[in-house]
């Protein structure tokens, strides 16, 4: 098997956290040059790092609503072979940028730069295309192995650059090892191919091709006033006149389309104003947007008010301002609040039933069942907590929250073992396998677990244990 060049290493491996949210878009990970293996390892190490970050944005709702967009727009692609996950960035600037194994990254910025859930799909599609297309194999196959230090060393320019515009172009100009226009002529096709298959994954979804061509020409006009300060977006995704001319050729040959933004588009742009600022200024906006209608959908400001108001724990303030959303608009974001102050009420027992009708009636919602589950630990039921938690867990093992209410639920029950190790695989599922090995080793510890946990949490160790040993020999 050939080793990774340790310069792409340590840009993929070493990055300290919060960088790793500021990745260029490199494409997707060579199958003829990395195995799955290595690919799951610098998938693992950058994730570790972003979950670290006080930049990732554990929201459980606006991930939620980017993987439900998201799927929709991989399962009209080849990408939908490939387990695809969105995450936030806490970011005001418009950017996007895929990584390996993937993850597609998406700052707040973005979503509340978007006019319409066309142009907001128009982004994630160009994103699920590098993925889909296999960018950085095809680089990698062009100029073979020799080629990874100078990508490595255009990746590390990139980023200089962002902050440093002059150590960016001196960090550019040393990279001697192939030619520099070369490769940035590839990586314009690179972007024009994404843009092309981009372009028919969203019409696929079935949203508005215009949504693309807009967010497109809207960046553009906005980089004439920038001028050395671009938008992000522009300095991770060059867009030059031809693939604007492009995109629109295509788009001009396409039948309108009036593609109405779902609720939820509109429902995680008001959660996100909600969260923005102190509570006071949160509160401020959104009663402004709600007074002097400023939002093409009335429940939205509402909703992100009720949201506001609970920072500020005017819990019966926010009810009564949630009140008129629920008449009008049916969604389980709003179903999830209205539970939630609830339960921050102290009334447990209405709000476990309104998190039971809302599962029953979205049952793929897993904000509920966080919510949920988190209540019942409240209201003193820590069993039915851990027997949701567990079960749910057992279904989606790739899911962090899932295990981390299953080690309150343990906590609350008193079962150290169990609860640590449910800690445990949260940590390995967000890649931090040496937290991992740190929380199994105290659930080992606490010795109140039977044989056959005992021995399951000793098999987990040597797992985790071997892998990191792997991963080390490796670099």
Do not use: C
């Not at 944005?57 to 991930?63: H, M, R, V, W, Y």
């Not at 960090?171 to 520099?180: H, K, V, W």
């Not at 209205?338 to 447990?348: H, I, N, S, T």
């Not at 659930?443 to 892998?467: I, M, P």
Request: proline share 4%.
């Amino acid at each position: 098997m050939k080793k990774i060049p340790s310069l792409l290493l340590a840009l993929l491996l070493a990055m300290p956290p919060g960088m790793a949210s500021n990745l260029p878009d490199l494409g997707e990970s060579s199958r003829q040059f990395l195995s799955d293996r290595q690919e799951r390892d610098i998938a693992r190490s950058i994730m570790r790092d972003i979950y670290a970050s006080p930049a990732y944005l554990a929201d459980p709702e606006t991930e939620a609503y980017l993987n439900n967009l998201g799927s929709r727009l991989a399962a009209e692609s080849t990408a939908s072979t490939r387990s695809l996950s969105f995450f936030a960035v806490r970011e005001p600037s418009i950017n996007a940028f895929a990584l390996p194994g993937g993850y597609i990254g998406v700052h707040t910025g973005l979503i509340q730069a978007a006019e319409s859930e066309s142009e907001l799909a128009g982004v994630l599609a160009h994103e699920i295309a590098h993925i889909s297309q296999e960018h950085l194999s095809r680089m990698i196959a062009q100029h073979d192995q020799g080629y990874l230090p100078t990508l490595a060393a255009i990746a590390v320019a990139v980023l200089a650059a962002r902050s440093n515009a002059q150590v960016g172009s001196a960090a550019l100009a040393t990279s001697q090892a192939l030619s520099l226009q070369n490769q940035l002529n590839f990586t314009r096709e690179h972007e024009r191919e994404a843009d092309r298959i981009g372009l028919d994954i969203l019409t696929s979804a079935d949203f508005d091709p215009r949504g693309m061509s807009g967010f497109f020409n809207r960046l553009q006009r906005a980089n004439r006033l920038y001028d050395n300060n671009a938008p992000e977006y522009l300095r991770t995704h060059p867009i030059n006149s031809q693939r604007i001319a492009d995109i629109d050729s295509r788009v001009e040959h396409m039948p309108y389309r009036q593609v109405r933004d779902s609720n939820e588009f509109h429902f995680v742009r008001a959660r996100l104003t909600a969260m923005e600022g102190t509570p006071e200024e949160a509160v401020a906006r959104l009663r402004d947007q709600v007074q002097n209608r400023k939002t093409p959908l009335e429940a939205a400001s509402r909703y992100g008010l009720a949201l506001a108001l609970a920072r500020q724990d005017k819990h019966a303030e926010a009810e009564k301002e949630l009140a008129p959303a629920l008449k009008s608009v049916d969604s389980p974001m709003l179903l999830n609040l209205r539970a939630e102050l609830r339960a921050r009420a102290g009334d447990y027992r209405q709000a476990l039933d309104l998190y039971r009708s809302g599962m029953a009636r979205y049952p793929l919602h897993l904000p509920l069942v966080y919510g949920y589950g988190g209540t019942l630990i409240l209201a003193g039921q820590a069993q039915q907590a851990a027997d949701l938690a567990a079960a749910q867990a057992a279904s989606r093992p790739d899911d962090a929250r899932l295990w981390r209410l299953l080690a309150q639920a343990r906590a609350a029950l008193g079962q150290k073992l169990a609860s640590h190790r449910a800690e445990a695989e949260a940590f390995a599922v967000q890649g931090n396998l040496a937290a991992a090995l740190e929380q199994i080793n105290l659930g080992l510890k606490a010795g109140d677990g039977d044989f056959y946990e005992l021995s399951a949490a000793e098999a987990r160790r040597r797992e985790w244990q071997e892998t990191l040993t792997a991963e080390s020999s490796r670099k």
